[in-house]
Nanobody, 122 residues
């Protein structure tokens, strides 16, 4: 079993930055693909970014390309999401997830964190 705990969310003004962390325990995530998803009020959870276990590539949802960066530190068993140039439409609960490969659907991930709230004010 892998336990995932997100942190780093909060309230920020539009144009600001936040860095989310996802700390894993129970098992190494070195051989897991990791993803970040988000869910805004009244909307379905959507894929934001993903990184394979090797960390040799990254994948992003179109609206965050060029603003968000996913990275991983397998030695620390942690995945990060650096979010720059934040917009009010980025407001959501952000979740990290672990799975076998990077996919954009929730079903492709086996383990999930509890989420961290990100609120961007205009």
């Amino acid at each position: 079993q892998v336990q995932l705990v997100e942190s780093g969310g909060g309230l920020v003004q539009a144009g600001g930055s936040l860095r989310l962390s996802c700390a894993a325990s129970g098992r190494t995530i070195s051989f897991y693909a990791m993803g970040w998803f988000r869910q805004a009020p009244g909307k379905e959870r959507e894929f934001v970014a993903g990184i394979p276990w090797k960390g040799d590539n990254t994948y992003y949802e179109d609206s965050v390309k060029g603003r968000f960066t996913i990275s991983r530190d397998n030695a620390k068993n942690t995945v990060y999401l650096q979010m720059n140039s934040l917009k009010p439409e980025d407001t959501a609960v952000y979740y990290c997830a672990a799975g076998r490969v990077v996919v954009t659907t929730e079903r492709g991930y086996d383990y999930w964190g509890q989420g961290t709230q990100v609120t961007v004010s205009s």
